[in-house]
């Protein structure tokens, strides 16, 4: 007989997608609320959970997503509602408890943020804060965690770190930048909400949890630099107003304007351990301190590591920032067979050209061999025979997966690492083609590489998607 079943709100979130997988792992039965389901599709434990669709702030939905349920996490905000968003959460709260409570729930496990609720704190710590006691007050066992800056990609505080300090050599930012807090890396957090699950002992208790290092937000900026090789310098200014910070924090990194502002704001006072419960109650987690994190983050500084936030919508171009990169995807229907469209893409380069603005293709291999990189190298066969490893102009087959999937990595001479990708999918009769460009950036160079060719490349990528999509509906039509 299986573990009990687990509720996660909050799935599409960042934690939530780290959470589930070691769910499954351990042999959990996992049911997701969700307000879009379909976000979840791409999501390589999709399959293996159970997805329900409902709303915290709708109560009318919650009573199928609680039956049965014996756990659930309380990983929901509100804060991309804009102003307002901390009566949203406490009544978000309140419809959850009490239908818990009707459906028989055991336990609540709630990740909510680290302050001091004596000091003057910002509104978005002090929602976070009254969340939990909400959801407290009822009459179900309730485990709450706080934590302040989460490190690891995807993190909205690490990506506001990330993106930042990538950009800026020299970074202007308030006095207040010498708070102090306690960064946990996201390892750590996942090790305490399970560990929550599986020890009846820590139930109506309140932790406050922290990696081992205590660094001013300055800090965790500069040794950011270091860690990724560059070189960077800190001027604080007396007085920056918040509107101003968030705006550019909007502008520069992935984090939403509506989530920038509580975002800045909560950096305006200290946020530390002050009790060491969960250490002495958890001695089996072991603490990874801020470098080791921040290491680790930057490990996974490729395609294959990121959530494929990208395909989360059905708008069929998106560009955005994620998890340190700039990605531009794109997808398009064929009126073809899913073979069709792969022999096109496979086909790709060499003497068959790049089927859209192939001069733009040789203009780039030749400045490329102009600055000591390999231009283009052709490649061994015209025909559409690839294998992993094999060179395409200036790239080499990193992963390859018949009729499904070209992965093929970048070797120009960049300010960072690029790849791009084609995947050919059918669903009911329908195949899809989607093309997904990435590029990593490596400090400030890699920013205004990216940006100045920008227009060119959305030119580009354009055209070359509705090429291919145009060959493989010729190829179709001459059978």
């Not at 909205?156 to 990538?166: A, D, G, K, N, Q």
Request: charged share 20%.
């Amino acid at each position: 007989m299986g573990k009990k079943l687990v509720l996660v709100t909050g799935s599409t979130g960042y934690i939530a997608s780290r959470l589930i997988p070691q769910l499954l792992e351990r042999g959990y039965q996992v049911r997701c609320l969700v307000r879009q389901p379909l976000r979840l599709k791409t999501r390589a434990w999709f399959p293996f959970v159970e997805v329900v669709l409902g709303n915290v702030m709708d109560p009318s939905t919650l009573a199928p997503a609680m039956a049965g349920v014996h756990t659930a996490y309380y990983l929901v905000h509100n804060m991309s509602s804009g102003q307002g968003y901390p009566y949203l959460e406490l009544n978000s709260a309140q419809n959850f408890v009490s239908a818990a409570e009707q459906a028989g729930l055991e336990h609540i496990i709630y990740l909510g943020g680290l302050a001091d609720p004596e000091e003057k704190i910002s509104y978005h710590l002090r929602s976070r804060i009254e969340t939990g006691e909400t959801l407290r007050r009822g009459k179900l066992l309730v485990t709450e965690f706080r934590a302040g800056v989460i490190v690891g990609p995807g993190s909205i505080s690490f990506e506001m770190i990330r993106f930042m300090t990538e950009l800026m050599p020299v970074i202007f930012g308030p006095g207040w930048l010498r708070n102090l807090t306690q960064p946990v890396a996201v390892q750590n957090v996942i090790d305490y909400l399970l560990a929550a699950l599986e020890y009846k002992g820590v139930r109506n208790q309140v932790f406050e949890i922290g990696g081992p290092d205590r660094m001013n937000y300055a800090e965790l900026m500069l040794t950011y630099g270091r860690l990724r090789g560059l070189h960077r310098k800190l001027i604080t200014l007396k007085s920056i107003p918040l509107w101003f910070m968030a705006m550019g924090v909007a502008w520069i990194t992935p984090v939403p304007a509506a989530i920038a502002r509580p975002l800045v704001d909560g950096m305006r006072s200290d946020s530390l351990v002050r009790d060491d419960a969960a250490r002495r109650t958890f001695p089996h987690i072991c603490l990874i301190g801020y470098e080791d994190g921040v290491n680790m983050a930057l490990s996974q500084l490729h395609p294959d590591s990121l959530e494929p936030a990208w395909t989360d919508c059905d708008r069929p171009v998106k560009v955005m920032k994620h998890e340190g990169f700039f990605i531009d995807h794109r997808c398009e229907e064929v009126a073809s067979s899913p073979e069709k469209v792969f022999q096109v893409v496979t086909a790709l380069g060499g003497k068959n050209g790049w089927l859209y603005a192939h001069w733009l293709w040789r203009l780039r291999g030749w400045l490329d061999r102009l600055f000591g990189g390999p231009g283009m190298r052709g490649r061994k066969s015209d025909k559409s025979d690839l294998k992993v490893g094999d060179v395409v102009d200036f790239y080499r087959v990193e992963a390859l997966k018949e009729g499904r999937l070209l992965s093929l990595h970048s070797e120009l001479k960049a300010p960072g690492e690029g790849w791009m990708e084609w995947r050919v999918e059918t669903d009911s009769g329908t195949t899809t083609l989607s093309q997904t460009g990435f590029f990593a950036p490596r400090g400030l160079p890699g920013f205004v590489y990216w940006y100045l060719f920008g227009p060119l490349h959305k030119l580009v990528f354009r055209g070359l998607i509705k090429s291919i999509t145009r060959e493989s509906e010729k190829l179709k039509s001459l059978d």
